[in-house]
């Protein structure tokens, strides 16, 4: 029993002892490590100034002051035009003193890696800024120059409409694009109102529309009890229309639900509806409207795109006339052949048919296919020239990307035309659209198109013998 009543005091003495040996051991700063590190453990004391901290620094590494006026940095830096702000300049340091010193051989040659370093970073400075110098350049010249053009359009043209519309001076205006600030106005006058639609018209059918959508908001049943839609209303109905919606130039962001232009874009899309039921609601059309009200008001966007879209090619397309449609991709195959023969043969040995890229570009008139601001520039000369120009944009990019084409295979060649580059140059995709010749053994486009619509084999309806039959030429014999 005494030797458990012991046994307490003997674990503290032992825990006491083991605290001594503790702190009697080795302080941080006796601590050999240190030394082998190279390191300077914590001292207790006031700060020093950290001016006179600097001045012992570069007294000690050789740096040019007062008592060293010619040390090996101050040569080096003297051709510089610039002092470097980043630690680079330390490969010049000598090594710390716990440490061999640089052979000379590896101290020239460090300077003369810094040197070299220091010369391509400031070429690569230069020749940055000589770019940012040049986008300015090329910004400003172009802002002044549509701010000219403007004012020729505003103050000239449109007044003078009726008499200068056709002038050569115009049309090479017209080429050049159209100022944003009026292109809507040259794009209303230029594609006309044929259909004599009115402002007032315009708001009965979006109020025949606004009505249709809440009669059709709740589905009828069929005979097995499962919602459904009526099949006479599927193409102006609510939801098949907000789905479209939702999928318009969704890197805007302003067409969705929420946006700014997504009420604007549904009504115009929904009084189409009611003013040509026999057409409908058709995808591809969100696209162009959506263009439309980037540039008009509502109304005038609505009359606009009802006149555009009751133009022959248009109608062909959005009502999907098979032998129309067979007609329009046979006269484009025609000049096809007449400007890119090399590339029209491979199309041909790969059997890639219009039909694939082209029905994309012509239903959304380029506006989903090419850059916003580019389809915009297509649909200035387009309101202008009408459905021909259409097929010469397409050959103009074909012919812009011509030697890309000829290297690929079938799948390639379908995925790169339906999807074309992010970044395409306006100025060289419009060069190339101006070295298209749109005549064909002295014949123009529209004689061309009307020669297809009289020949036989151009107007059959079934869409898949036109991957395989030549492209005839007499417009009669169908050969």
């Given at each position: ?100 010193a640089k052979p000379a051989e590896e101290a020239q040659k460090h ?241 890639l048919t219009p039909d694939i890229y082209l029905i994309d570009w ?60 992010d970044l395409i140059p306006p100025e060289q995709l419009f060069q ?48």
């Amino acid at each position: 029993m005494k030797y458990l009543l012991a046994l307490p005091a003997v674990l503290f003495g032992f825990l006491n002892l083991f605290a001594k040996k503790v702190t009697d051991g080795p302080t941080e700063q006796n601590n050999p490590g240190w030394k082998l590190f190279g390191k300077i453990p914590p001292r207790e004391g006031p700060l020093k100034d950290p001016k006179k901290i600097q001045k012992e620094y570069e007294t000690k590494s050789g740096k040019a002051g007062p008592g060293n006026p010619t040390s090996p940095r101050q040569g080096v830096r003297k051709n510089l035009d610039f002092e470097p702000l980043s630690t680079t300049a330390l490969i010049l340091e000598d090594r710390p003193a716990n440490l061999p010193a640089k052979p000379a051989e590896e101290a020239q040659k460090h300077r003369q890696q810094y040197e070299e370093m220091v010369a391509q970073a400031k070429k690569r400075e230069l020749k940055e800024a000589q770019k940012r110098k040049k986008q300015l350049e090329d910004r400003c010249k172009l802002e002044e120059s549509i701010g000219t053009a403007a004012q020729i359009w505003n103050q000239e043209i449109l007044p003078n409409w009726s008499t200068l519309c056709t002038s050569r001076r115009v049309r090479d205006l017209w080429w050049q694009g159209i100022p944003p600030s009026v292109r809507g106005k040259v794009w209303s006058l230029a594609v006309g109102n044929e259909l004599n639609i009115t402002h007032e018209l315009y708001n009965i059918c979006l109020a025949r529309a606004k009505e249709k959508w809440r009669s059709t908001a709740v589905p009828t049943t069929d005979t097995e009890g499962r919602d459904v839609l009526d099949s006479s209303d599927r193409e102006s109905s609510l939801e098949l229309i907000k789905l479209d919606i939702s999928r318009t130039f969704p890197q805007l962001c302003i067409f969705q639900q929420g946006g700014p232009y997504y009420d604007v874009l549904h009504s115009i899309l929904g009084a189409y509806t009611c003013y040509r039921p026999d057409v409908g609601y058709v995808q591809g059309m969100s696209f162009i409207a959506a263009v439309l009200i980037l540039n008009l008001d509502t109304a005038d966007a609505f009359i606009a795109f009802a006149n555009l879209l009751n133009k022959p090619c248009q109608m062909a397309f959005f009502r999907v006339d098979h032998s129309l449609m067979l007609t329009y991709f046979a006269a484009f195959e025609v000049f096809f052949e007449e400007n890119l023969p090399k590339l029209f043969a491979h199309f041909k040995k790969n059997s890639l048919t219009p039909d694939i890229y082209l029905i994309d570009w012509i239903f959304t008139l380029y506006s989903k296919s090419l850059p916003l601001d580019l389809a915009c520039r297509v649909w200035d000369v387009f309101c202008r020239d009408g459905e021909e120009f259409l097929f010469r944009t397409a050959l103009g990019v074909l012919r812009l990307y011509q030697d890309v084409l000829t290297s690929m295979d079938f799948i390639h060649m379908a995925q790169f035309l339906t999807r074309l580059p992010d970044l395409i140059p306006p100025e060289q995709l419009f060069q190339h659209i101006a070295a298209v010749h749109m005549t064909s053994r002295n014949r123009k486009w529209a004689q061309v198109l009307l020669l297809r619509r009289g020949c036989p084999s151009c107007r059959r309806s079934d869409p898949k013998p036109a991957s395989t039959r030549r492209v005839c030429r007499s417009g009669s014999s169908g050969r």
